[in-house]
């Protein structure tokens, strides 16, 4: 590796690009990374961290109401300032970026501002300048894509979602996913008249149905305008705001529409296409267990290669990427098995392993244990939201293959419950797990009634 500049030459200064950069320094290699937009990538400039924030912001309309039940009582009604929320959240963010900033210099990779492209299977050029690698890693991550409609210009994309001139009183998602149903949330509990048009019958596709169908009930109590099997046709500008005709003749006047339509890997002028580097059929990078792609001495990792589109992921797979390549012993391929996940929607969404569908498929005979209620907290407070706990047990082996919530703090709650499905704990387990009263995390170890085969 002495003949090149670097061993590691990283493209893209995200969540996995940064772990992997630090990590392969700290083996004694010779690590540069090139950014050109900024540190932390997506998650932490216009992905979780902002969105967990606004979602926070979000929950305070609850719990204002919530509150009068407890004997609270504010001595006026509450006001929103989205400017304030919005320029908190920037100044948080520089922070972060900063940080990011030191953790490269603390470990001594040389961080370079630019787009890399690269030049053939170890050079890479940034702003004019030529550096040679023995292996390059492409983390560029994901772009918003938005689809061709007439109007499709007056949309904004999660790239731009948090740092809108004002907040609009009306807003429109468009989409199905984490996105999309995140935002409607959001911008519902921040006080906006808050509508989700989504092409399919039902939002959240992978997950869950039972969890899908309480989650759409919930949300549709909170007040968020839920439009399903209709599309977007087109967006035209009108005196006050956008006018949004969707395909079932529908119309919606609206002051902001969030296209949150998908992501796509964020290859352009990367040069991958010139050296032949292989895609997968959706665009993404095809890597085999090592990261490695058709050009060996070419990695790839993260949201660019069609996995899990979570930064955890991209996290663990750094880690192995530099064990693989950089450490003292290969270790075991990368499990991709019982990642747990969250959507940030109100109420949240927690889940963990095989939904009840996948499960069926995978078993044949399951066991489901299900319960939902209405929390201890909303007796007093006269709020009527709901929680779904589930557990999906395979039949032979008792094994529980799969847990899932709908409820307050629902992320937090299932990154404990990850560590007993990964383990492979059975059900009888978890019946002889004593629980924390009077918590609503107790329902998971105290659900012995089967709800179905």
Request: proline share 4%.
């Amino acid at each position: 590796m002495s003949d090149f500049d670097y061993d590691l030459f990283v493209i893209g200064a995200g969540s996995g690009g940064v772990r992997a950069a630090r990590t392969a320094a700290a083996t004694g290699a010779r690590v540069a990374v090139a950014e050109d937009r900024y540190l932390g990538g997506t998650c932490v400039n216009v992905g979780c961290v902002p969105k967990k924030l606004y979602s926070y912001a979000a929950h305070f309309h609850d719990a204002f109401q919530d509150a009068r039940g407890f004997g609270w009582t504010l001595p006026e009604a509450p006001v929103f300032d989205w400017p304030t929320l919005r320029d908190n959240k920037v100044r948080e963010i520089a922070r972060l970026n900063e940080i990011y900033g030191r953790l490269l210099d603390n470990a001594g990779v040389r961080l370079i501002n630019g787009r890399a492209r690269v030049v053939d299977a170890h050079r890479v050029e940034v702003a004019g300048e030529s550096f040679t690698a023995a292996k390059i890693l492409v983390a560029v991550g994901g772009w918003p894509w938005v689809p061709d409609f007439p109007g499709r210009e007056l949309t904004v994309t999660s790239n731009e979602v948090f740092d809108l001139d004002r907040m609009p009183r009306r807003f429109l998602a468009l989409g199905g996913g984490y996105i999309a149903v995140e935002f409607a949330s959001i911008f519902n509990g921040l006080g906006s008249e808050s509508h989700l048009v989504y092409r399919g019958e039902l939002f959240l596709r992978g997950f869950d149905r039972e969890v899908r169908e309480f989650t759409r009930e919930q949300m549709a109590a909170k007040g968020v305008k839920l439009h399903f099997e209709t599309n977007v046709e087109r967006i035209d500008k009108v005196e006050g705001g956008l006018l949004v005709t969707l395909t079932n003749g529908e119309t919606l006047e609206v002051d902001a529409v969030l296209a949150a339509t998908g992501r796509r890997p964020h290859l352009e002028g990367v040069g991958l296409d010139a050296l032949g580097v292989q895609l997968n059929d959706d665009g993404t990078v095809k890597v085999n267990e090592r990261f490695e792609t058709s050009v060996s001495s070419i990695l790839a990792l993260g949201d660019v290669t069609g996995g899990p589109e979570l930064t955890p992921v991209a996290l663990a797979e750094a880690m192995h990427l530099v064990q693989q390549h950089f450490g003292d012993a290969a270790p075991a391929p990368m499990d991709y098995r019982n990642i747990a996940t969250a959507v940030f929607c109100h109420p949240n969404i927690g889940t963990v392993g095989l939904s009840e569908e996948q499960a069926r498929k995978q078993y044949g005979a399951i066991r489901v244990y299900r319960t939902d209620f209405r929390p201890m907290k909303h007796t007093l407070s006269g709020s009527e939201e709901r929680c779904l706990m589930k557990l999906i047990v395979a039949d032979d082996s008792d094994v529980v293959v799969g847990a899932h919530m709908v409820g307050e703090e629902a992320g937090e709650l299932i990154q404990g419950i990850a560590i007993a499905v990964r383990a492979g704990l059975t059900k009888a387990d978890f019946d002889a797990t004593v629980g924390i009263h009077p918590t609503g995390a107790e329902e998971f170890v105290t659900m012995r009634t089967l709800s179905r085969h």
